[in-house]
């Protein structure tokens, strides 16, 4: 059974960056046919995709997030991680990491989440 | 981005009731659709996969239908543990886009 956990902080200063790790187990990062990806949730709203990553480094983003986004892959550790740059208020949410075939955007599994406040 | 639209945003419903949750997609989807239901402070489970297809898992009175524009989500006789919130989500477009979700109460 695939497990997700999302580590990092959980106060980010405006302006600063947002970085998260999401470590894999239960399976290698590297099975080819499924993307990795980021998913958030501001308190009391909806579900706003991110982006994803495919195991060679391969990635796609929400143009929404206008480029302040940047996912990587680390196989060795069998974690991807999300930087978020110049963090408003606005980004204020609960950040889930999930699995998804690279086929398609089906969420089949989904980290816990955590939350992240941006705020000085 | 496909704007994905749910109806109702909230509803009440009774142990047994059968309940009907609508999405609508801004543009045709095929049947790239897929459901999820959220318990609060959890993450959301997937439900139901390419419009119709039950995850494994999820129990049979959870159904899904529809192709193009038009989507339904069924439960067929409401249990107590069916509470929640559910979204839709199109998979059509990699600018993956969600409904606003369908808060759902027992009474």
């Known amino acids: 059974q695939v497990q997700l956990q999302e580590s990092g902080p959980g106060l980010v200063k405006p302006s600063e960056t947002l970085s998260l790790n999401c470590t894999v187990s239960?399976?290698?990062?590297?099975?080819?046919?499924?993307?990795w990806g980021w998913i958030r949730q501001p308190p009391g709203k909806g579900l706003e995709w991110i982006g994803s990553?495919?195991?060679?480094?391969?990635?796609y983003d929400n143009p929404s997030l206008k480029s302040r986004v940047t996912i990587s892959v680390d196989t060795s550790k069998d974690q991807f991680s999300l930087n978020l740059r110049s963090v408003t208020a606005a980004d204020t949410a609960v950040y889930y990491c999930?699995?998804?075939?690279?086929?398609?955007?089906?969420?089949?599994?989904w980290g816990q989440g955590t939350l992240v406040t941006v705020s000085s | 981005d496909i704007q994905m639209t749910q109806s109702p945003s909230s509803l009440s419903a009774s142990v047994g009731d059968r309940v009907t949750i609508t999405c609508r997609a801004s543009?045709?989807?095929?049947?790239?659709l897929n459901w999820y239901q959220q318990k609060p402070g959890k993450a959301p489970k997937l439900l139901i996969y390419?419009?119709?297809t039950l995850q494994r898992g999820v129990p049979a009175r959870f159904s899904g239908s529809g192709s193009g524009t038009d989507f339904t989500l069924t439960i067929s006789s409401l249990q107590p543990e069916d509470y929640g919130t559910y979204y839709c989500?199109?998979?059509?477009?990699?600018?993956?886009?969600f409904g606003q979700g369908t808060k759902l109460e027992i009474k």
């Open positions: 239960g399976g290698s990062i590297s099975r080819t046919s499924y993307y």
């Open positions: 543009q045709s989807i095929s049947s790239y």
């Open positions: 390419a419009a119709s």
């Open positions: 989500q199109q998979s059509d477009s990699i600018s993956y886009t």
């Open positions: 990553i495919y195991y060679t480094g391969s990635t």
């Open positions: 999930v699995r998804h075939l690279a086929a398609g955007g089906t969420f089949e599994y």
